[in-house]
């Protein structure tokens, strides 16, 4: 049985007054039934880490370098962020692979460098709205797939994060048809180059434009365990129905 598990993204947003929703996202999931797992600017992993200590929140980064240390300005390492309190961290978002240049192969890289720090790659795949017209969706996921998920992946230390880009901060969602189908295929490539163990045991997640309002309906689709949360993750007020949305689903 997957365990569930509800992200969240905060991208390039918050300060410390944004952590009172951390804290109130916390009180209120005590119990929680799926796993939580927020991410935060990095400036705020730490203080981050501390308010989630003891509760069942996770926290993770939004990045990592593919090297361990060096002479490399302005980045943080996958060690750094475990060392910092985080768990986990998301690589291959779509703004890092448009923002960045960033391509399969380091995406590979940062990913396996944070297996080989402990933690949990979240890797984002997803499509173009020009390569969803064009139809070629499912090409576009299986390169990304070859191309950014590392040989040592297992249902601990990889999550997969199925984000179409055009549903990316628009409002706008595919169909549950269009999900589930994407998910499928992910499930069965998975298991064509893992091994039915690892590839049933690890988790797909839907993101783009997840709210309240939909959340559910996302849930019932098969092979969804969760989703990725951008905008809606960053007041407690949004997040906390779409865990709740979850752990009913
Ligand atoms: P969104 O972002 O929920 O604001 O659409 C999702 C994401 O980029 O992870």
């Known amino acids: 049985m997957r365990r569930k598990l509800a992200a969240g993204n905060w991208k390039m947003n918050g300060i410390s007054a944004g952590l009172t929703e951390l804290q109130s996202l916390a009180a209120t999931h005590a119990d929680a039934d799926v796993d939580i797992l927020i991410c935060p600017p990095a400036t705020l992993l730490h203080r981050a880490a501390e308010i989630a200590q003891d509760t069942s929140i996770r926290i993770g980064g939004q990045d990592c370098h593919a090297n361990a240390a060096g002479a490399h300005t302005g980045d943080i390492s996958a060690q750094m962020l475990g060392d910092a309190g985080a768990t986990a961290v998301i690589v291959g978002h779509s ?3 448009e923002d960045h240049d960033e391509r399969n192969e380091d995406v590979r890289a940062k990913a396996k460098a944070a297996i080989d720090a402990g933690l949990t790659a979240v890797i984002c795949l997803g499509e173009s709205l ?3 017209e064009a139809a070629n969706t499912l090409d576009i996921i299986a390169g990304q797939m070859s191309g950014s998920i590392p040989d040592l992946a297992t249902g601990e230390n990889v999550v997969i994060a199925y984000e179409p880009i055009w549903a990316i ?4 969602v595919p169909t549950l048809e269009q999900i589930g189908e994407v998910h499928d295929f992910i499930r069965a490539r998975l298991e064509r180059r893992f091994g039915e163990g690892v590839g049933r045991s690890v988790r797909l997640l839907y993101g783009g434009s997840v709210k309240p309002g939909n959340a559910a309906d996302i849930f019932a689709v098969p092979n969804v365990d969760g989703a990725l949360v951008g905008g809606a ?3 407690a007020a949004d997040f906390s129905p779409i865990i ?5 689903s």
Do not use: D, F
Request: glycine letters at 12%; zero cysteines.
């Open 95 to 97: 703004e890092r692979r």
């Open 130 to 132: 020009a390569q969803r």
């Open 169 to 172: 901060g628009t409002g706008k």
């Open 233 to 235: 993750s960053l007041k």
């Open 244 to 248: 709740s949305a979850l752990e009913t």
